[in-house]
């Protein structure tokens, strides 16, 4: 038997095509794994109703973590038009696969590192090297939302005076989504963002928040970061809002270092980074809980080049990278970074997003020859 099972989930898309790149660079480390096939995505919201099959979750629960491409997301309406004839009007709602399996497996927390390697023609300045924390389960994700808003919520929610200007519309009028943060959700993700800056010896802990205006989630997330901050004397932590740090981490990229934030502002922010460092193809990302572990590159599944080879597998190989380090393979992960910084700085092979024009499994071959 293999010494670690890995489940195995392209998705969508250009998915597909990294994914067969990872798995080059993996045999090639000689990692000692199988890899079982879990179905997500697209086609199985189109045939079943469900993008994340029953079938998935539990074959993800006789492994010790996953890896994952990427998938197809439409919003609501565009999604129902999809579905199978028989399943049409039977009231399914399309929700995020992805979102759903960092809820179902409480992987809480999203690192999300943006190093800017030298050589990459695409860095927006050389020596940029920031890693995201990203709440990962809660926030404006929790997924609490309303349309049309009951009647009963909408009473519930009278106690506070400010819902009254929302009387004059007729309930299926008014939509809403909340957001929800927990002060253990709260400690968790800023404990975890300490923990790697006093392990790195990295120099500060940035919250990213709006609590001038989100006064009770930020007020708490501020609090709790404050609270969890006096563990860590020799680390500072600043405290930004979300609008004004995008715009600060533009100008002076090298006053940040681990930033800290809700789940929708960790989604923008890292984006933000991941642009700063030659874009999606060059970001990776791990959702992490306690004891499982789903890899994924920020990237999404790119349907225009689906099977086309053409997109860079960089973000997918430096997400193998984070699954190593997870696993404890240190080592190979270590070895995989360099490699991939090898090829980067080198500029002999690369795809077209990089200026030149290889394909995404040549990228990964070269990888592997460079192990
Ligand atoms: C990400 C993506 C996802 C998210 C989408 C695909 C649901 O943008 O991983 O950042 O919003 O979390
Ligand atoms: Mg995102």
């Given amino acids: 038997m293999a010494q670690y099972k890995i489940g195995w989930m392209p998705g969508d898309g250009v998915g597909k095509d990294v994914m067969e790149a990872a798995r080059l660079v993996l045999d090639a480390l000689k990692l000692d794994a199988e890899y079982p096939a879990a179905d997500i995505g697209w086609e199985f919201w189109c045939?079943?109703?469900?993008?994340l099959p029953e079938r998935t979750l539990e074959c993800l629960r006789q492994t010790d973590c996953a890896l994952f491409g990427a998938i197809t997301s439409k919003p609501v309406a565009e999604a129902a038009k999809e579905l199978d004839p028989s399943l049409q009007d039977k009231g399914l709602t399309y929700f995020s696969p992805i979102v759903r399996l960092r809820q179902?497996?409480?992987?809480?927390?999203?690192?999300?590192?943006?190093?800017?390697?030298?050589?990459?023609?695409?860095?927006?300045?050389?020596?940029?090297?920031l890693v995201v924390f990203r709440e990962n389960t809660e926030g404006l994700y929790a997924g609490?939302?309303?349309?049309?808003?009951?009647?009963?919520?909408?009473?519930?929610?009278?106690?506070?005076?400010?819902?009254?200007?929302?009387?004059?519309?007729?309930?299926?009028?008014?939509?809403?989504?909340?957001?929800?943060?927990?002060?253990?959700?709260?400690?968790?993700?800023?404990?975890?963002a300490f923990e790697f800056a006093k392990k790195f010896n990295r120099?500060?802990?940035?919250?990213?928040e709006k609590p001038n205006v989100l006064r009770e989630t930020g007020g708490l997330m501020t609090r709790t970061a404050r609270e969890v901050a006096k563990n860590?004397?020799?680390?500072?932590?600043?405290?930004?809002?979300?609008?004004?740090?995008?715009?600060?981490?533009l100008k002076n990229p090298f006053d940040y270092d681990v930033l800290v934030a809700e789940n929708m502002f960790g989604d923008i922010i890292s984006d933000l980074?991941?642009?700063?460092?030659?874009?999606?193809?060059?970001?990776?990302?791990?959702?992490?809980?306690?004891?499982?572990?789903?890899f994924e590159p920020t990237h999404g599944s790119a349907p225009k080049y689906d099977g086309?080879?053409?997109?860079?597998?960089?973000?997918?190989?430096?997400?193998?990278?984070?699954?190593?380090?997870?696993?404890?393979?240190?080592?190979?992960?270590?070895?995989?970074?360099?490699?991939?910084?090898?090829?980067?700085?080198?500029?002999?092979?690369?795809t077209y997003d990089v200026g030149l024009n290889n394909t995404t499994l040549e990228v990964a071959e070269e990888v592997a020859r460079k192990l």
């Fill in 47 to 51: 045939r079943e109703g469900n993008p």
């Fill in 273 to 294: 980074a991941a642009g700063m460092v030659g874009g999606l193809g060059f970001a990776s990302a791990a959702n992490i809980g306690d004891k499982y572990a789903v």
């Fill in 308 to 350: 086309q080879y053409k997109v860079n597998p960089c973000a997918m190989l430096l997400t193998a990278k984070l699954m190593l380090d997870w696993l404890g393979e240190t080592d190979s992960g270590r070895r995989l970074e360099a490699a991939v910084a090898a090829v980067v700085a080198e500029r002999k092979v690369g």
């Fill in 144 to 192: 609490v939302e309303f349309h049309p808003v009951p009647e009963s919520i909408f009473k519930a929610l009278s106690i506070n005076p400010k819902m009254k200007r929302f009387g004059k519309h007729a309930l299926e009028d008014l939509a809403m989504s909340t957001r929800i943060m927990s002060r253990a959700g709260c400690r968790s993700i800023v404990t975890q």
């Fill in 104 to 129: 179902e497996f409480n992987l809480h927390t999203n690192m999300r590192p943006c190093k800017a390697y030298p050589g990459n023609p695409l860095n927006y300045k050389d020596g940029i090297d």
């Fill in 232 to 249: 860590y004397p020799d680390i500072p932590l600043w405290e930004t809002n979300i609008d004004a740090q995008c715009m600060w981490l």
């Fill in 203 to 208: 120099k500060s802990v940035t919250l990213v």
